[in-house]
């Protein structure tokens, strides 16, 4: 049985797909409840097992009810996929009066993910038996760059503490790939616009790779540039830094962004 978190768009959708066309009984969780029954009837249409569950990772009890009703109705998890996410890319001062920037991105990513891990992990441990995947993104081996603190160090931080956490478990026959995910072309890149010009994946494409990541278990997956930021980021930190800066001072704010803020949005104001 695999949960797959963030199932009602984007990657997660299409794994849950692709989960279950493989025979895999598949739970869904997200909070668009409407959206996640949709797969999960779509699922079943086509010979599947789904079951859409709400999960709002801002909510405590609301992982807590979802893991409950996971562990009652299956008894144990085999794959765990951490995949449910929330990007930001905003400057610093439109974010001055909003707290949700960061209650947002930081259970999303971070806080929600953990409190679900540890749900979840206890009869994973007592059973020997299942496999974490961390969606995390490439950006966080990447050179900092201005208006991503929010999501960047979110996903840097449940990186670190799933990888630590991974290696406890790991003598106890839980295993964890953190897949350190490129660009993918879903709702969350759309707003960035000159994303759509850069090359990535689509939802299905990435979601062969979480598909491999259960088959094979590899520790990490990343895309060979990946290797490279890596190795060059600590040592040209100071010259990126600068270069960044200049390219970000030019680049604005998305709409998106700007009219969450005041309900307008301009494509040009920073
Ligand atoms: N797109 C990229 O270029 C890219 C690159 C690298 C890594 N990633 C990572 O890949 C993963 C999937 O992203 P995507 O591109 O498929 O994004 P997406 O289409 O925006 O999907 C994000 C999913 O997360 C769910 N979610 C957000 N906040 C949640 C919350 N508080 N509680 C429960 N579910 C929540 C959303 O569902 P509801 O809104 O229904 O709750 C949605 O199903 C994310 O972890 C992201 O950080 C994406």
């Known amino acids: 049985m695999a949960v797959v978190t963030g199932a009602s768009h984007g990657l997660g959708a299409e794994t849950a797909r692709m989960l279950a066309a493989a025979g895999a009984t598949v739970v869904l969780g997200a909070r668009s409840v409407d959206q996640l029954e949709a797969i999960a009837a779509e699922i079943t249409a086509a010979g599947g097992k789904a079951v859409a569950i709400r ?11 979802f893991a409950e009703e996971i562990l009652a109705c299956f008894d144990h998890v085999d794959y765990l996929i951490h995949n449910a996410g929330k990007s930001l890319r905003r400057s610093i001062h439109l974010s001055y009066d909003r707290p949700k920037d960061l209650t947002a991105t930081s259970t999303a990513n ?4 953990i409190r679900l891990t540890l749900a979840l992990l206890p009869s994973m441990r007592a059973r020997h038996s299942g496999h974490i995947v961390n969606i995390s993104t490439v950006g966080v081996l990447f050179p900092v760059v201005p208006k991503w603190g929010f999501y960047l160090s979110s996903k840097a931080a449940f990186d670190v503490w799933m990888r630590a956490v991974g290696m406890e478990a790991r003598p106890d026959g839980v ?15 759309a707003p960035s616009r000159w994303m759509s010009a850069l090359p990535g994946q689509s939802p299905a494409e990435a979601a062969t790779g979480v598909a491999r990541a259960l088959i094979t278990k590899p ?48 494509s040009d104001a920073r």
């Open 110 to 113: 971070y806080l929600g993910p």
């Open 55 to 65: 999960l709002d990772l801002a909510e405590p009890e609301s992982i807590s009810a």
């Open 175 to 189: 295993t964890l790939t953190t897949i350190y995910a490129g660009l993918m072309h879903t709702r969350m890149s």
């Open 219 to 266: 520790r990490i997956m990343i895309p060979a540039y990946g290797y490279a930021t890596a190795v060059l980021t600590p040592i040209l930190r100071v010259p990126m830094e600068i270069a960044t800066t200049a390219v970000y001072q030019r680049l604005g704010d998305t709409d998106a962004a700007l009219r969450a803020v005041d309900g307008k949005g301009t």
